[in-house]
């Protein structure tokens, strides 16, 4: 069975400074895909970003990128020029290519911005 | 219109109560998810339904009963729970098993206490 750890169970940066999130894995399939999860405290889950294992390019979208590390398990969140909408809780999580399509959630990060 | 609607928001019952959650899509999604998420644990995967079929049932108690009358919407009916069943549960969507490139979309949530 695949597992996710995050960590850090929390995190705190200054308003406009970059922060890493630390995510492993645990897997012995080949090809899956990763996400990252925000949850606000509004509680509804947002991706932030996902990455296909097949493809060695990290993903970004705007501020956030990844540096997925496949042979090492490892698939951190970068987040540059924090803002104070971005703190809320971050998850990442795992899932199989095909089947039921289940996520499998690390246990999560609560990121904190310091004005 | 987050797309995924939950409700209640929030809700308190007694152990010997019926009550449900219910969880209405608006993506035309086929595939539809509960997840119950509890302090300080990642994330569970509860059930998935495809086209109203249920075709996960991760060893969840027989007090927790899904219903899915049609691919937009999805009960939870909960029945004599135990105070250690207080968590958020979340609702998810997305658009077909077979299309496993497609993320899934939360809901809100509810907040469960069982008093």
């Known amino acids: 069975a695949q597992t996710v750890t995050q960590s850090q169970p929390e995190m705190s940066v200054q308003e406009a400074e970059t922060v890493t999130l630390s995510c492993t894995y645990d897997t012995s399939e080949s090809d899956y895909y990763l996400f990252w999860y925000k949850q606000p405290p509004s509680r509804q889950m947002i991706l932030v970003i996902r990455?296909?294992?097949?493809?060695?390019q990290n993903a970004t979208e705007n501020r956030f990128s990844v540096n997925f590390q496949k042979a090492a398990k490892s698939f951190s969140l970068k987040i540059s020029d924090s803002q104070l909408g971005d703190a809320a809780m971050y998850f990442c999580a795992y899932r199989s290519v095909g089947g039921a399509q289940k996520l499998v959630f690390g246990q999560g990060t609560r990121l904190t911005i310091n004005p | 219109e987050t797309g995924v609607t939950q409700t209640p928001r929030h809700l308190v019952m007694g152990m010997t109560n019926k009550k449900s959650l219910k969880c209405e899509q608006h993506l035309g999604h086929n595939a539809m998810y509960w997840y119950k998420q509890s302090a300080k644990k990642p994330l569970e995967l509860m059930f998935v339904?495809?086209?109203?079929?249920?075709?996960e049932n991760n060893s969840v108690p027989s007090r927790f009963s899904p219903e899915c009358p049609n691919s937009s919407h999805l009960f939870l009916h909960l029945h004599t729970l135990q105070p250690e069943d207080s968590a958020l549960y979340l609702c998810?969507?997305?658009?077909?098993?077979?299309?496993?490139?497609?993320?899934?979309?939360f809901g809100q949530g509810t907040r469960l206490t069982v008093v």
């Open positions: 339904y495809s086209l109203e079929e249920r075709v």
């Open positions: 998810a969507s997305s658009q077909d098993l077979s299309q496993w490139n497609t993320e899934a979309f």
């Open positions: 990455q296909e294992a097949y493809k060695q």
